[in-house]
């Protein structure tokens, strides 16, 4: 059982690059990948993006590279028969949009390429793109791990939220017959009372029969049944693991349902608090599941 949320970070450095990779992640429905790249590596996005999908199956995750080599600083100038042919492709850009002012020499160096032709910085990004996907591979690695131990976490949780709704079923369970008890009693009372009062006849099969409706209407078993077997499957998929989260989260909501209708049928004030503990648990329950992969 893993969860969306995590980080992972891998970098090496060595005579010819520095190179940095993040990833990290949090939960999302599917699963929403963004790839941040230098330039030069910008052709391998696809690889890295195949690299991921393979290892994750939801969350937003984002990861980015940085790459820096180690003769960046020291990168020769660009030759002046480079920097001519910039500025008059530069001017003739100008005259032809009819802009008036001139071509500033910052504006020339900040030509793409001018410092390192596109064929360098293609065997760059070559010679560069074997360590960047062994790293990628390391911080995938660590954003795994990550999602494992807060996963972990998470079950722990719910396993104790589930222990916990248990405990009101049971107390649920055993209040249903002292609700049918009390209703009997009291319904005695009335009768009684009107007999004294009025001395009305009343059949004491009609107040069986009365009693027989309340318990038919008032009837939980069936969903406390329900409930029961929720519990088990939900406990059941933790232990299977997997992509879970979705199946998770459709099984709170029946959970959920069930319990609004065994409120509503409960009749009793105290098989009521029992339901609210238990909505109060799935709440916390439908929140953890929300990122679970």
């Known amino acids: 059982m893993n969860s969306m949320t995590g980080f992972g970070r891998a970098s090496r450095r060595d005579r010819r690059f520095d190179v940095e990779v993040e990833a990290r992640s949090v939960n999302h429905r599917f699963l929403s990948l963004k790839v941040s790249l230098p330039e030069p590596l910008s052709r391998y996005e ?47 850009m100008r005259r032809s949009l009819g802009l008036k002012g001139e071509i500033s020499f910052e504006s020339i160096l900040g030509i793409p390429g001018l410092f390192a032709p596109a064929n360098h910085r293609d065997e760059r990004a070559r010679e560069a793109w074997p360590a960047l996907r062994k790293l990628v591979e390391k911080a995938l690695d660590d954003l795994a791990r990550m999602r494992a131990r807060e996963g972990e976490t998470i079950r722990r949780d719910l396993f104790g939220r589930l222990d916990a709704i248990e405990r009101q079923l049971k107390r649920i369970g055993e209040r249903g017959p002292a609700v049918l008890e009390t209703y009997q009693r009291r319904l005695d009372e009335r009768i009684g009372a009107l007999l004294t009062q009025k001395g009305m006849e009343v059949a004491r099969q009609d107040v069986v029969k009365e009693v027989a409706v309340f318990a038919d209407r008032c009837d939980i078993s069936e969903e406390l049944q329900r409930l029961g077997a929720h519990v088990g499957n939900f406990r059941r998929i933790v232990k299977d693991g997997g992509q ?40 916390k329950i439908k929140e953890q599941a929300e990122n679970v992969e």
């Not at 990861?63 to 001017?91: C, F, G, N």
């Not at 509503?264 to 098989?271: L, T």
Request: hydrophobic fraction near 45%; avoid cysteine; charged fraction near 30%.
């Open 244 to 283: 879970i989260g979705r199946r998770l989260d459709f099984l709170t909501q029946e959970m959920v349902r069930e319990t609004n209708t065994l409120a509503s049928k409960g009749s009793d004030a105290a098989i009521s608090a029992a339901a609210v503990e238990i909505k109060a648990e799935l709440e």
């Open 46 to 92: 696809p690889d890295i993006e195949q690299l991921v999908r393979g290892r994750l199956a939801r969350g937003s995750v984002t990861l980015s590279a940085t790459m820096k080599a180690a003769d960046e600083d020291a990168l020769p100038l660009p030759p002046p028969a480079r920097v001519k042919q910039a500025y008059r492709s530069l001017d003739a």
